[in-house]
């Protein structure tokens, strides 16, 4: 009965084993994702408070258009793989992390969903297709672009509690969740794929 139940709690681990890590391509685009969206902060600042030329907005619109398919890839990425295991974590732990994760990614699509559209309001706008000119100048446009500019509040807030809840595990709680987001191999951690 105990060799029973020992093999048992053994399966259990090597299941919860089995699911702890994102695949190589998903913590690859997460790092870049960051270094993308750091640039943007800094080039649609630059752009709004005249900290430069227009090399500022025309960097953004590039390297936003970068964004969006690193974004779409990400997403079909995430698609085919589930969130690594979770039950270590408390419920309302689990509940926070893939709340925020959503909102997260929520948050990047609005992001460049309005800022094509501001973008294509622009003089001269370095975009592949541009959305129509007097859609982005009519007032739905404006409200678009006003949109835009809140984001980085909300963009903000998010990544705030993001990276707490990332430090918590890291310095308080002291276990393995930041490694799920790392290349460095761990011998009791295989990713999980569908
Ligand atoms: C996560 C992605 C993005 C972030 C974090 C971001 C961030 C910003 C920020 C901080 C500003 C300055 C305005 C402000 O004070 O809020 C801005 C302006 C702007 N962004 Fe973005 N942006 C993103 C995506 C995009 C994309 C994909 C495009 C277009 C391809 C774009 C086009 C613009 C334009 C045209 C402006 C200037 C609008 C104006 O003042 O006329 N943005 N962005
Ligand atoms: C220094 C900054 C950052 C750190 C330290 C960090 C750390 C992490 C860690 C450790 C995980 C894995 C969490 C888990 O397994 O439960 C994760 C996941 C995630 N991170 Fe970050 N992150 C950072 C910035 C960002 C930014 C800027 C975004 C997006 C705007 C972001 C979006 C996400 C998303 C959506 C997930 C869930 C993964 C998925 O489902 O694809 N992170 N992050």
């Known amino acids: 009965m105990r060799r029973k139940r020992a093999s048992f ?21 997460h790092w870049v994702t960051l270094l993308l969206i750091l640039f943007m902060v800094f080039t649609g600042l630059a ?24 974004l779409a890839l ?10 690594p295991y979770q039950n270590p974590h408390p419920f309302w732990e689990r509940i926070a992390a893939r709340t925020t994760h959503g909102a997260l990614y929520l948050c ?10 501001a973008a294509s309001g622009l003089d001269r706008p370095v975009l592949v297709w541009p959305a129509g000119k007097a ?20 963009l903000l807030a998010l990544v705030t509690l993001h990276v707490l809840g ?14 799920h ?14």
């Open 47 to 70: 752009f709004r408070f005249e900290w430069g030329d227009a090399g500022a907005i025309r960097g953004h619109q590039t390297i936003g258009q970068l964004l969006i398919v690193v």
């Open 108 to 117: 990047m699509i609005a992001f460049v969903v309005t800022g094509y559209i």
């Open 9 to 29: 709690r053994a399966n259990r681990t090597t299941d919860a084993a089995k699911h702890m890590k994102y695949s190589p391509l998903l913590i690859i685009l």
């Open 74 to 83: 990400r997403i079909l990425a995430k698609l085919r793989q589930r969130t």
């Open 135 to 154: 859609f982005a100048r009519s007032d739905t446009g404006e409200m678009i672009l006003e949109w835009h500019y809140a984001l980085k509040w909300v």
């Open 181 to 194: 987001m790392t290349l460095r191999s761990r011998k009791d951690e295989t990713q999980c794929t569908k």
């Open 166 to 179: 990332a430090l918590k595990h890291l310095f308080w709680d002291k276990d393995d969740t930041f490694s």
